[in-house]
């Protein structure tokens, strides 16, 4: 039933939307910044608050005749400030509610969502509380019938027990003292929906609180003439002796008071807890969506970044959230600004209107981050709002801990970041150590995030190479270094049950060693066979641990592959170009995965040669970069891979 229900509201709401969107446009629909409005109208209603009160008497024989004379004796001016604020104070209502109506509806309050929901439940009793307590302030007959209603609805509870209603049963009983205090009540709630509300907005990342000029111009606009056709005005001078036989009422804020005469105080207060009870307990309760809750990894292009996207969160608050520049506008996939390509893995997408996806553009692969929720691990590419490699990276200083030569060119660099805590990073990625002048040279994490009480680097030293030369030559432990990072969307995919084929030319080598290791670690079953390209025998620098990993492991294997084999490698296993020697063996290569990460010139022969043998861009995975171009280098070196450590 409840499926149901949500179903037809967000129907409801989205069959609002369109017709809205046709007047509006899609980034001016107001549906779409309910919260910005919200906030918007607060501001209003603060504005023309503290105009008010300055020609607001404080006391009872005041309170009404200072009113009088701001609206009519201002008419021009005091009698319109006096409706803005009525208005305004009804339309923060009236959108704090469709706000909350329509995140209920879309699923937007469970989850790491619950505490935004709670703290807006709070912020809704706190500005209802505040507008019911604006009514009391212009001694008026609403006024009377208003504070005698709520002192009857407060007075049947145990700790006040009828004290309050004496305080109004005559025009002697109201002093001046009491007035006061409802004043300063009316000073008092807004700051606490102030408050709240900051706290409310931290929890969404990026939060828009203005809404677009055009529509406040036109929300100002509209109570500037609502309060010019029908002012607000007073109802007569408060008469303790009698009971007004009529108010005119506002629904927008006095709701309960017909529930108060018509059920009683006790009846009353029972259904406000239960109700205000069941939407804080709305985030728990059924139907609960199916399936454990847990993170998801999300590789993003082009920032080259892999964070963390929790169920139940969009893509578009897990990047804002790690301060990427992801573009959107509505939010509530109305506008289409935040399309993105959904290069791998599955997502759950909520209702959107069809105008910002099409049929065509989902089944090429297009998804709406604004609505896209994570069902597993995924990879998406966007178009940034700006450059997001301007963007700054969180910088590390390390002490070096290690240094250790693999080989006659390969060097194993161990750091330990500042303060000793463990870098959190995916099997795969990379670090820039940044130079003295702001020169980056990018190297690959060499070993699995399990055991990464230290950074383990593999640098290979370039010839006239800055920072390679330095470590071979006179870095030593105990030296500190600044890096930025993780880096780099080259991991370890672990959604499939396909054999895997890793690709590793020279220092290559570093990044598969961290995503097998990850995979022994936590027992990934799958096949695995890492193909090792050098020139000759010397460059497999830890072919022994290769070796042994095949020894532990009967769902591994190692081949390795010499280019250019010398006589004294006395070299007998498999010879020749690395992509060649996998296609010679798997010729077809639709039910596979490859990982190949080497030369710029190895990747670019050997990804096109994988898919003529069968298979599926999707499954084929790579990475290689050039050196910077610090200055020339010959043939022999110009294309090394930066990720396995060769940027000089």
């Not at 099997?427 to 383990?456: C, M, W």
């Not at 084999?565 to 060649?580: I, N, Q, Y």
């Not at 190895?602 to 043998?613: D, G, N, S, T």
Request: neutral net charge.
């Amino acid at each position: 039933m409840f499926n149901f229900l949500q179903t037809l509201v967000q129907r409801a709401f989205l069959a609002v939307e369109k017709p809205l969107s046709a007047i509006f446009g899609d980034r001016l629909n107001p549906l779409y910044y309910l919260g910005a409005i919200t906030y918007f109208l607060l501001w209003v209603v603060i504005g023309t608050g503290l105009y008010l009160y300055a020609f607001f008497e404080t006391g009872v024989a005041g309170a009404f005749d200072s009113v009088e004379a701001l609206t009519h004796g201002q008419w021009f001016f005091g009698g319109i400030v006096r409706s803005v604020h009525r208005y305004a104070s009804d339309g923060l209502m009236l959108s704090m509610v469709l706000h909350l109506v329509r995140h209920a509806t879309f699923d937007h309050h469970r989850g790491l969502r619950w505490f935004s929901w709670v703290s807006g439940v709070l912020l809704m009793w706190l500005t209802y509380a505040s507008g019911v307590n604006g009514y009391m302030l212009p001694w008026d007959r609403l006024s009377q019938f208003v504070v005698t209603a709520t002192t009857e609805w407060f007075d049947v509870l145990p700790l006040i027990g009828g004290s309050m209603t004496r305080n109004f049963i005559s025009n002697a009983n109201v002093s001046d003292r009491l007035f006061s205090l409802l004043a300063f009540m009316h000073i008092g709630l807004p700051l606490s929906v102030l408050a709240v509300l900051w706290i409310h907005t931290q929890r969404t990342p990026s939060a828009k609180t203005n809404p677009p000029r055009p529509l406040m111009i036109g929300i100002m606009v509209s109570l500037v003439v609502l309060s010019l056709i029908k002012p607000a005005l007073s109802q007569g001078r408060v008469d303790m002796a009698t009971w007004p036989a009529t108010v005119h009422f506002d629904w927008f804020y006095l709701p309960a008071y017909p529930l108060i005469q018509g059920w009683g105080p006790t009846k009353t207060w029972l259904f406000s807890i239960g109700a205000t009870v069941l939407l804080v307990l709305m985030p728990w309760l059924p139907p609960q969506r199916r399936g454990k809750q847990k993170s998801w990894s999300m590789a993003v292009h082009p920032d080259e970044r892999i964070i963390s996207a929790r169920s139940g969160e969009t893509l578009l608050d897990a990047g804002l959230r790690e301060d990427l520049p992801m573009p959107f506008e509505c939010r509530n996939g109305g506008c289409g600004v935040c399309k993105a390509t959904l290069l791998h893995g599955k997502v759950h997408l909520q209702p959107y209107q069809e105008s910002a996806l099409t049929a065509a553009e989902r089944a090429a692969g297009k998804t709406l981050l604004c609505c896209a929720e994570p069902l597993s691990d995924v990879e998406i590419e966007y178009v940034p709002q700006h450059n997001p490699k301007a963007l700054p990276l969180k910088q590390y200083v390390a002490r070096v801990t290690r240094l250790e030569p693999l080989s006659y060119d390969v060097m194993r660099l161990c750091l330990q970041t500042e303060g000793g805590s463990a870098l959190q990073f995916y099997a795969g990625q990379y670090i820039n150590i940044v130079l003295g002048d702001g020169a980056k040279r990018s190297f690959s994490f060499a070993a699995a995030p399990h055991t990464a009480e230290e950074i383990e680097l593999h640098v290979r030293l370039v010839p006239g190479g800055r920072f390679t030369t330095e470590v071979f030559t006179h870095m030593k432990v105990g030296d500190t270094l600044r890096f930025e990072g993780p880096l780099g969307a080259f991991t370890l995919r672990e959604d499939s049950e396909k054999p895997i084929i890793f690709v590793a030319g020279s220092t290559g080598f570093a990044p598969v060693k961290s995503m097998l290791e990850h995979a022994f670690h936590h027992g990934l079953n799958r096949r695995m066979i890492l193909y090792w390209g050098v020139r000759s025998r010397r460059d497999l620098y830890l072919g022994s641990l290769a070796e042994q990993w095949a020894q532990e492991h009967a769902n591994f294997t190692f081949i390795p592959v010499l280019s250019d084999a010398r006589p004294e490698d006395d070299w007998s296993g498999r010879t020749g170009l690395v992509h060649e020697a996998i296609l010679a063996d798997f010729p077809d290569l639709s039910q596979h995965q490859v990982y190949a990460c080497g030369s710029v010139q190895m990747v670019a022969a050997a990804q096109p040669a994988f898919v003529k043998h069968g298979i599926s861009t999707d499954d084929c995975f790579s990475d290689a970069f050039h050196l910077a171009p610090q200055k020339p280098l010959d043939g022999q070196h110009a294309d090394m891979v930066k990720l396995g450590g060769s940027n000089v």
